[in-house]
């Protein structure tokens, strides 16, 4: 591609609007704009990083045995209501009407059109196991949306579905997922983590989030210096008292917390957990007080018998995702008017406990915990530093040290279980003829958040910096050629060979001093630059400048290819 037939409107400030650096980025080096809040276009710098992204992400999809498919981005209302998530799911799901008055969304994940589809079609478990996926736009109406392509409202996600017929099935396409995602993100360059994490509004058995390392991430993860043990402590996401029931988009507010007199020791030998485990919910009363919290525990996520009881319309009303995620005898508190939930989750181990609960808060990771086998108006709140806890104990895996991170979720992989299949009823004939539910996953992949997550990664002073599989172009060929035609006839003579050996090269072949080009090279991110000036030509050389490391070399005209066999 020739830089003159380029569209790569290069900007020398970043838009006000930008508080992480690949969103300046993204936007000065001419890869997006913005439409409107949370949604843009991808300019044909953008676009061209996406596919290469894309391609990765299907060569190991495929080759771990799923299957491409395309779905509606519109889905009917009608297959939310059967998983009653058209409720549930909260105001992230755009909603509207056709013509005739009927209900539809803007799919933002499509756990119910593919189980519709499958529960349409298969039949036997000959036809099982099936993976499906796909590379589409989703939409979320996000509360906030930031960072450019961090979190946008449109944005593209590949997302994927497995349906087995036994639990040992499920076990090993999870694990085949796992294992692809490991090597796209490694492929594409990037430092990354996969974490124990919750099953948030899905629900399910099991599930790891990939993260990517990086300061602006707006997760934090613990992980093991000695082993590969990590987990996220997901924001609690808190809400002010005073915000309306069923409001789950209220904005977020600081913990409250009382500092308490308790050691950590003390903490976590009262919890009856590992001080590791991490706080999912947080109940408040009309006050703000604290008078309840949940917690997720090293691996199991699993359901605390309270002794309280608040009816499940209540909760539910609070916060939709509890009643999804909750499941079999009613978690209740007997909570005073105004109660707010965060999120369940629920641990296992505090299971007989009388339901006491650690947490931490994104922010300051405090700990908290609450006492509940007192009457929950009069909870009381003991308060430590988590990072005294993560650099005193084991590593609940091997006895290391816990470090903690900021992380950026780029992957999610997840082990449904039965919950769609039940809900939706999505049914095979097993060997002896008899009806059974099929077991699911789901596992989805940020394409557009990768390239943002790769530019946090990957940046200089001088622009993006990027690795090899996502950059848009693998060679710069900058052209110094002036008013020297011999010069400039050399630089289009190379460029066509790299392109002849499809080598993905641009050639600067714009009317610019060769300040300008430099600049924009840099800012653009191509791997290596090649710099085709008058002085060198005349010796037999080119420049060639590596980007990330800054190191220049000259590499001989006549032999030029060689370089790149
Ligand atoms: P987050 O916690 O960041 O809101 P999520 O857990 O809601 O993400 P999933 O439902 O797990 O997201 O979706 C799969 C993947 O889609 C995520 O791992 C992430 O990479 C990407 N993704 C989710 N929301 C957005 C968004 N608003 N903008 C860009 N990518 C997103
Ligand atoms: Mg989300
Ligand atoms: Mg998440
Ligand atoms: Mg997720």
């Given at each position: 591609?020739?830089?003159?037939?380029?569209?790569?409107?290069?900007?020398?400030?970043?838009?006000?609007?930008?508080?992480?650096?690949?969103?300046?980025?993204?936007?000065?080096?001419?890869?997006?704009?913005?439409?409107?809040?949370?949604?843009?276009?991808?300019?044909?710098?953008?676009?061209?990083?996406?596919?290469?992204?894309?391609?990765?992400?299907?060569?190991?999809?495929?080759?771990?045995?799923?299957?491409?498919?395309?779905?509606?981005?519109?889905?009917?209302?009608?297959?939310?209501?059967?998983?009653g998530r058209?409720e549930f799911y909260g105001k992230e799901l755009?909603?509207?009407?056709?013509?005739?008055?009927?209900?539809?969304?803007?799919?933002?994940?499509?756990?119910?059109?593919?189980?519709?589809?499958?529960?349409?079609?298969?039949?036997?478990?000959?036809?099982?196991?099936?993976?499906?996926?796909?590379?589409?736009?989703?939409?979320?109406?996000?509360?906030?949306?930031?960072?450019?392509?961090?979190?946008?409202?449109?944005?593209?996600?590949?997302?994927?579905?497995?349906?087995?017929?036994?639990?040992?099935?499920?076990?090993?396409?999870?694990?085949?997922?796992?294992?692809?995602?490991?090597?796209?993100?490694?492929?594409?360059?990037?430092?990354?983590?996969?974490?124990?994490?919750d099953t948030g509004s899905i629900g399910?058995?099991?599930?790891?989030?990939?993260?990517?390392?990086?300061?602006?991430?707006?997760?934090?993860?613990?992980?093991?210096?000695?082993?590969?043990?990590?987990?996220?402590?997901e924001?609690?996401q808190?809400k002010?008292?005073?915000?309306?029931?069923g409001?789950k988009d209220?904005?977020?507010?600081?913990?409250?917390?009382?500092?308490?007199?308790?050691?950590?020791?003390?903490?976590?030998?009262?919890?009856?957990?590992?001080?590791?485990?991490?706080?999912k919910t947080?109940?408040?009363?009309?006050?703000?007080?604290?008078?309840?919290?949940l917690?997720?525990?090293?691996?199991?996520?699993?359901?605390?018998?309270?002794?309280?009881?608040?009816?499940a319309?209540?909760l539910s009303l609070a916060l939709p995702e509890v009643v999804a995620t909750v499941t079999?005898?009613?978690v209740?508190?007997?909570?005073?008017?105004?109660?707010k939930v965060a999120r369940i989750v629920i641990?296992?181990?505090?299971?007989?406990?009388?339901?006491?609960?650690?947490?931490?808060?994104?922010?300051?990771?405090?700990?908290?915990?609450?006492?509940?086998?007192?009457?929950?108006?009069?909870?009381?709140?003991?308060?430590?530093?988590?990072?005294?806890?993560?650099?005193?104990?084991?590593?609940?895996?091997?006895?290391?040290?816990?470090?903690?991170?900021?992380?950026?979720?780029?992957?999610?992989?997840?082990?449904?279980?039965?919950?769609?299949?039940?809900?939706?009823?999505?049914?095979?004939?097993?060997?002896?003829?008899?009806?059974?539910?099929?077991?699911?996953?789901?596992?989805?992949?940020?394409?557009?958040?990768?390239?943002?997550?790769?530019?946090?990664?990957?940046?200089?002073?001088?622009?993006?910096?990027?690795?090899?599989?996502?950059?848009?172009?693998?060679?710069?060929?900058?052209?110094?050629?002036?008013?020297?035609?011999?010069?400039?006839?050399?630089?289009?003579?190379?460029?066509?060979?790299?392109?002849?050996?499809?080598?993905?090269?641009?050639?600067?072949?714009?009317?610019?001093?060769?300040?300008?080009?430099?600049?924009?090279?840099?800012?653009?991110?191509?791997?290596?630059?090649?710099?085709?000036?008058?002085?060198?030509?005349?010796?037999?050389?080119?420049?060639?400048?590596?980007?990330?490391?800054?190191?220049?070399?000259?590499?001989?005209?006549?032999?030029?290819?060689?370089?790149?066999?």
């Amino acid at each position: 591609m020739k830089m003159t037939a380029l569209y790569v409107p290069t900007l020398k400030e970043a838009p006000g609007d930008a508080e992480v650096v690949s969103h300046k980025l993204l936007v000065r080096a001419g890869f997006i704009r913005k439409l409107t809040s949370g949604i843009y276009v991808y300019l044909p710098m953008a676009w061209r990083a996406l596919n290469k992204i894309s391609a990765v992400v299907r060569e190991e999809m495929t080759r771990a045995g799923a299957q491409e498919i395309l779905m509606p981005m519109v889905q009917p209302g009608d297959l939310w209501k059967e998983t009653g998530r058209w409720e549930f799911y909260g105001k992230e799901l755009l909603r509207f009407k056709d013509r005739h008055d009927r209900d539809y969304c803007l799919g933002p994940t499509h756990e119910e059109v593919v189980t519709d589809l499958v529960r349409g079609e298969v039949k036997s478990y000959r036809q099982l196991p099936l993976n499906l996926f796909q590379i589409q736009t989703k939409f979320r109406d996000e509360i906030r949306p930031r960072f450019g392509l961090m979190r946008g409202r449109e944005f593209i996600m590949k997302d994927a579905y497995s349906f087995d017929t036994n639990e040992e099935g499920a076990d090993k396409s999870y694990w085949a997922m796992h294992g692809a995602y490991t090597r796209i993100f490694s492929r594409l360059g990037l430092k990354f983590r996969a974490v124990e994490a919750d099953t948030g509004s899905i629900g399910g058995n099991f599930s790891h989030e990939f993260m990517v390392l990086a300061d602006t991430g707006e997760d934090t993860i613990a992980f093991c210096d000695a082993c590969e043990w990590a987990a996220n402590l997901e924001k609690a996401q808190v809400k002010p008292a005073a915000a309306a029931a069923g409001d789950k988009d209220a904005a977020p507010a600081e913990v409250v917390a009382t500092p308490g007199a308790h050691t950590v020791e003390e903490v976590a030998a009262f919890l009856k957990v590992s001080p590791t485990a991490i706080v999912k919910t947080l109940l408040f009363d009309a006050d703000g007080e604290i008078v309840a919290a949940l917690v997720r525990g090293d691996r199991e996520l699993n359901e605390i018998k309270l002794k309280n009881h608040l009816d499940a319309t209540a909760l539910s009303l609070a916060l939709p995702e509890v009643v999804a995620t909750v499941t079999g005898a009613p978690v209740g508190f007997a909570g005073p008017v105004g109660l707010k939930v965060a999120r369940i989750v629920i641990d296992q181990e505090l299971q007989g406990a009388t339901g006491c609960i650690v947490g931490a808060n994104q922010a300051d990771a405090h700990l908290l915990h609450v006492d509940l086998a007192r009457d929950l108006d009069s909870a009381t709140v003991a308060y430590a530093d988590l990072r005294m806890i993560t650099a005193e104990d084991p590593c609940p895996a091997c006895g290391g040290a816990v470090r903690l991170a900021k992380g950026i979720e780029v992957g999610h992989v997840f082990k449904l279980g039965l919950k769609y299949s039940q809900a939706m009823d999505a049914k095979f004939l097993d060997e002896q003829g008899k009806e059974r539910h099929m077991i699911m996953g789901c596992y989805g992949i940020g394409v557009s958040r990768i390239l943002a997550a790769c530019i946090e990664q990957n940046h200089d002073a001088d622009g993006i910096v990027f690795p090899p599989p996502v950059s848009p172009f693998e060679v710069a060929v900058l052209s110094l050629a002036g008013n020297d035609e011999t010069v400039a006839a050399k630089a289009q003579e190379l460029y066509t060979m790299l392109c002849n050996n499809r080598i993905d090269a641009l050639l600067d072949d714009r009317a610019e001093r060769p300040g300008v080009k430099f600049k924009d090279a840099d800012l653009i991110g191509t791997p290596l630059q090649i710099v085709v000036g008058g002085k060198a030509l005349a010796r037999g050389v080119v420049e060639v400048k590596n980007r990330r490391t800054g190191e220049k070399g000259e590499l001989p005209v006549d032999n030029f290819l060689h370089a790149f066999s």
